[in-house]
C-alpha cells in the first residue's frame, strides 16, 4: 500500500511559481507511474502531468514540469508563470505499471491534495 502526501500549496499572485512536492512511502517512486491531477471548485479532476517507470514525463501544461527525486522517494510538480485559472487542489497518484495514465481511474493510490490559489 503506497501513502502518497502532498506539499508546497499555498496562495500566489499570477505570474509566481511554486514546487508542490509527493512524498511517498510504502513503495517506491521508480516502480510506479506517478501522475498529477488538479481538481478545480466545480470542475472534473484533471490530468496535470505525469511520469512513467523510465523517467519519461507527460505534461499537458507547457508552463509546468514533473520529476523525481528517487532518493527522497519524492516527485515534484513545478508550476511556473501561474494564471489564476490554475487555482485548484492538486493531487499527486501512483498507478501500477510502466506508462503514464491519463485517466482518474488509471490511478490507484491518492494523496490528499494540496491547494494553489493564484490571484490575479
Known amino acids: 500500500q503506497v501513502q502518497l502526501v502532498e506539499s508546497g500549496g499555498g496562495l500566489v499572485q499570477a505570474g509566481g511559481s511554486l514546487r508542490l512536492s509527493c512524498a511517498a512511502s510504502?513503495?517506491?517512486?521508480?516502480?510506479?507511474?506517478m501522475g498529477w491531477f488538479r481538481q478545480a471548485p466545480g470542475k472534473e479532476r484533471e490530468f496535470v502531468a505525469g511520469?512513467?517507470?523510465?523517467g519519461a514525463a507527460a505534461v499537458w501544461k507547457g508552463r509546468f514540469t514533473i520529476s523525481r527525486d528517487s532518493a527522497k522517494n519524492t516527485v515534484y510538480l513545478q508550476m511556473n508563470s501561474l494564471k489564476p485559472e490554475d487555482t485548484a487542489v492538486y493531487y499527486c497518484?501512483?498507478?501500477?505499471?510502466?506508462?503514464?495514465?491519463?485517466?482518474?481511474?488509471?490511478?490507484?493510490?491518492w494523496g490528499q491534495g494540496t491547494r494553489v490559489t493564484v490571484s490575479s
Open positions: 510504502g513503495g517506491t517512486v521508480s516502480s510506479y507511474a
Open positions: 497518484a501512483a498507478k501500477a505499471g510502466a506508462r503514464v495514465g491519463l485517466r482518474v481511474d488509471d490511478y490507484v493510490y
Open positions: 511520469l512513467s517507470w523510465s
